[in-house]
């Protein structure tokens, strides 16, 4: 859901938000300023940006001082975070149906139990980290009231009773990693969809030409198993730990799968998950570029590595930058380290210390499965063969609701994971059919999901702060066990490398109607298709100094097909990364080393593939009159870049948006109309080709069969009257950026159901964009929307230049503060839109050259 929509303020907030005083939350930055805790005093040294340099003699203080800057800058966001991720938005935001149903599916899934337990298993460090961090968050909360912490209290508390926020809990901060992996796990999204494209189509063979292999792109994928260090196994020659896992032979599936009953329950699954708020990304535009290239190919002769990773975009950024530096580096103070990490959550997630620099990007495993079940009463079937019934682990969660009355919630789980198509009381589970006289009951839906497990990922954060070679990284990738990211680096004497991570589950090979690969739900009653253990870490592939020189990770397929481990089928389809090793294979060839402005050019490039594959095609169409051809006109000579005063981009954009809507709409639920990301340019590609596939059909129409070039003429023509009305009758008067607009939200207080006043305060001004789906400057939009206005892209760009530190650069999207009124709200925003990135000292003469304020924290 769009969490915007969570907040329904009386029309008094109007009245009352024009005489608040929107100034009081803002922070000071400079001078001495007291804080309980401290053990010595500590430096903190911004720059024009606002970002904030820690100098500190000790780890306890370096986090606590962390924790003190991020409750000054980005508290209600904190607090926000950990309200959602605990189950309990509700008592924030009050009575609010949205917010009700997220803290039911949150509280099934259980965040906040799994983190409590993690407390327990993460290292002594780790706990010291978390623990000084709270006290530094809990000395700013101390003797100030919620209007003072943010203005968002203020306006909330017209609707709900206002109280005190609780004190900052070091497991508040653990439950923020199950929210991140939950927005970037796997293939959550078609593993469901297959299974609903089937209810509609009835046709395997329709649904397999949805979802392509990846071979069929054509792209390369990060690794040849020649650059592997890990000793993996060539192609076809593995163990079998996944293999080609449920290779299906023939054109069915199991019959349950085409049943009311299963259907109904598959898609209650998909709405209560729906009900999740989107805290870091979702969805086919959430993804990330990286990539790393050697010091032979730079003209700082040492290793360069750029990183955006691409995710929802919103108000304040999902990033906090920050330099983290102990005075004195030792054992116990070990820090010097600079980057992006998230405000309630201590340390760097993407960034660089003195000898290493590491960026990270969606591997896009598949650590998720549905499990049809058979259940009954309060137990499930777990072996149709043997017809075995277990008990079902049930516990009841308490929603409270500020303003209104609590919410008993039974949960339900099976030895897979938790009942989830239940969760919002919908009508979804229908009598499953009687077996030989049996009764094998009713049908629900099960999720398992690799993160519903303890795990270590803190510590792994942590442990990337403080590496220094590639045997570091190695170690720190064994512990960073979910969500499972690519990880490339660079280190300072010279090498390069990549390194693949997480918790990644194996599935035995089933022969059977159902693929056990994971590309399908699986069938609960049959034990074959259980997980059968996680990948070992030792096992996951890497790379050292790749002979190519470069390594480029952006969500393609880490390896050639059939090759070991078994990650995923459904990586993003590489069009992306190949055009990245495009640009960096020609600049190599041609001789020019690369410098900080050529990375960031390369993040900036808005060349389309799209184009490629379908302008010479819509070239072909022969248009009637010379009104409808003037669109398709623009095309002719078209670079096939997606610039923002492009009006040729803008009438090729319309344009795939009518084909996808003519094409599949008819064919598909409404929860599956096509996105148009790079999957649905593939599945094009091969449609194109067949002029009379079924598929071109409109179902809607009686008596009349649609053929390919029917739609496509409907499609070109449609374009250009629709943009007619949107933009003008004049096409040179069109433009991709005017289309093509990112409209930041605030995550409680700027959707449309707040009052304008409001709105407009904490949402920035609208931004024309350059770049779209699959484009390096990818910046997502959602066809199946009808709109063209960005909902994903770069959070965040940077590149690190290991050879000169203190010539790298940064930008995030917005600005370093949480808090509307300040200058740093988003003040990066217009040198983000318009791919400019800003200076990134790190030596401690380059952050003094660079300081605006500085202050003295004191005990």
Request: charged letters at 20%; proline letters at 7%; hydrophobic letters at 40%.
């Amino acid at each position: 859901m769009g969490l915007s929509v969570v907040v329904v303020l009386a029309l008094v907030a109007t009245t009352a938000f024009a005489v608040v005083t929107v100034r009081r939350p803002l922070p000071t930055w400079d001078g001495a300023q007291d804080v309980a805790g401290l053990d010595g005093e500590v430096s903190v040294v911004r720059d024009a940006q606002g970002v904030p340099h820690v100098y500190a003699e000790t780890s306890h203080d370096l986090f606590l001082a962390q924790g003190y800057l991020h409750a000054q800058d980005r508290f209600f966001e904190m607090d926000y975070r950990r309200h959602v991720t605990s189950g309990r938005l509700a008592e924030l935001v009050g009575d609010v149906p949205e917010a009700i149903e997220a803290d039911m599916v949150i509280r099934t899934f259980g965040w906040r139990r799994v983190a409590e337990e993690e407390w327990h298993l993460v290292s002594p460090e780790t706990r010291a980290y978390l623990q000084a961090y709270a006290e530094g968050v809990n000395a700013y909360l101390e003797s100030r009231d919620p209007e003072q912490l943010a203005l968002e209290y203020t306006v909330l508390g017209l609707r709900v009773p206002l109280t005190e926020p609780e004190p900052w809990d070091p497991v508040d901060s653990l439950a923020w990693l199950k929210a991140m992996a939950w927005d970037l796990r796997g293939n959550y999204d078609s593993e469901l969809e297959r299974a609903l494209a089937y209810s509609t189509l009835g046709d395997v063979g329709l649904v397999d030409e949805l979802f392509p292999d990846y071979s069929v792109a054509g792209n390369e994928p990060i690794l040849t198993n020649a650059d592997r260090v890990d000793g993996g196994a060539d192609e076809g020659a593995g163990t079998g730990a996944g293999t080609g896992a449920g290779e299906r032979t023939g054109t069915s599936i199991a019959p349950e799968y085409g049943t009311a009953a299963v259907g109904g329950a598959l898609d209650a699954a998909r709405r209560a998950l729906d009900a999740v708020p989107v805290l870091v990304g979702r969805g086919e535009g959430t993804g990330s570029n990286s990539w790393v290239v050697s010091g032979e190919h730079t003209v700082s002769g040492a290793p360069m590595l750029a990183n955006d990773p691409h995710l929802t975009l919103g108000a304040p950024s999902i990033w906090a930058q920050a330099g983290l530096h102990c005075e004195t580096m030792n054992d116990e103070c070990p820090f010097d380290v600079a980057g992006f990490g998230f405000a309630g959550f201590p340390g760097i997630v993407i960034g660089h210390n003195g000898q290493l620099a590491w960026g990270l990007t969606n591997m896009g495993a598949d650590v998720t499965d549905f499990f049809i079940e058979r259940v009954r009463d309060d137990t499930w079937l777990s072996d149709r063969t043997a017809e075995s019934w277990e008990p079902m682990e049930v516990r009841t969660e308490t929603i409270r609701v500020a303003g209104a009355r609590p919410i008993d919630l039974e949960v339900r789980s099976t030895a897979h994971g938790p009942i989830v198509s239940g969760v919002l009381d919908v009508d979804d589970v229908v009598d499953a059919p009687t077996e030989a006289g049996t009764e094998f009951g009713e049908y629900a839906v099960s999720l398992g999901w690799t993160a519903l497990e303890p795990g270590r990922t803190a510590d792994a954060l942590f442990a990337f702060n403080t590496a220094q070679d590639a045997d570091d990284v190695q170690a720190a990738a064994a512990l960073f066990e979910v969500p499972a990211q690519n990880i490339v680096f660079a280190t300072a004497d010279g090498h390069i490398g990549y390194q693949a991570p997480g918790r990644i589950p194996v599935r035995a090979d089933v022969s059977g109607p159902v693929p056990s690969d994971g590309t399908w739900p699986r069938p609960g009653w049959d034990p074959r298709y259980d997980w059968q253990g996680y990948v070992p870490p030792e096992e996951m592939p890497r790379a050292l100094d790749p002979k190519s020189g470069f390594v480029v990770a952006a969500n393609q397929a880490i390896l050639p097909a059939q090759s070991e481990p078994f990650i995923t089928r459904d990586w993003d389809y590489g069009f992306r990364s190949q055009r990245i090793r495009t640009l960096l294979t020609d600049q190599i060839a041609a001789g020019r080393p690369f410098t900080v402005a050529d990375m960031n050019r390369i993040q900036n490039d808005d060349w389309s593939p799209f184009a490629e594959v379908l302008v010479p095609i819509m070239l072909d169409v022969d248009l009637d009159n010379d009104y409808d051809a003037a669109g398709q006109e623009l095309l002719a000579d078209w670079d096939g870049r997606m610039d923002a005063d492009s009006p040729a981009a803008a009438y090729f954009a319309a344009v795939w948006r009518n084909l996808l809507k003519d094409t599949f709409w008819d064919d598909l639920p409404e929860t599956m109309r096509p996105s148009g990301d790079d999957r649905w340019l593939v599945v094009m590609e091969a449609l194109l080709e067949q002029p009379d596939d079924p598929l071109w059909d409109d179902r809607s129409t009686l008596n009349v069969v649609e053929s390919r070039d029917e739609i496509l003429t409907q499609a070109l023509v449609s374009a250009r009257r629709d943009l007619t009305v949107e933009l003008s009758k004049n096409p040179e008067d069109w433009s991709w950026g005017t289309l093509h607009t990112l409209d930041l939200s605030h995550s409680v207080l700027g959707g449309a159901r707040v009052p304008t006043l409001v709105r407009d305060y904490v949402n920035p001004a609208p931004v024309p964009l350059a770049g779209g789906s699959a484009i390096v400057n990818a910046t997502g939009w959602d066809a199946g929307s009808g709109s063209f206005g960005v909902d994903t892209g770069a959070s965040m760009r940077m590149v690190v230049d290991m050879g000169d530190l203190d010539a790298s650069t940064w930008v995030t999207v917005t600005g370093v503060s949480g808090h509307p009124a300040s200058p740093h709200y988003d003040d990066q925003l217009e040198a983000w839109a318009t791919g400019r990135t800003f200076p990134w000292p790190f030596s401690r003469e380059a952050v003094s050259e660079a300081a605006e304020t500085t202050a003295t924290l004191v005990p």
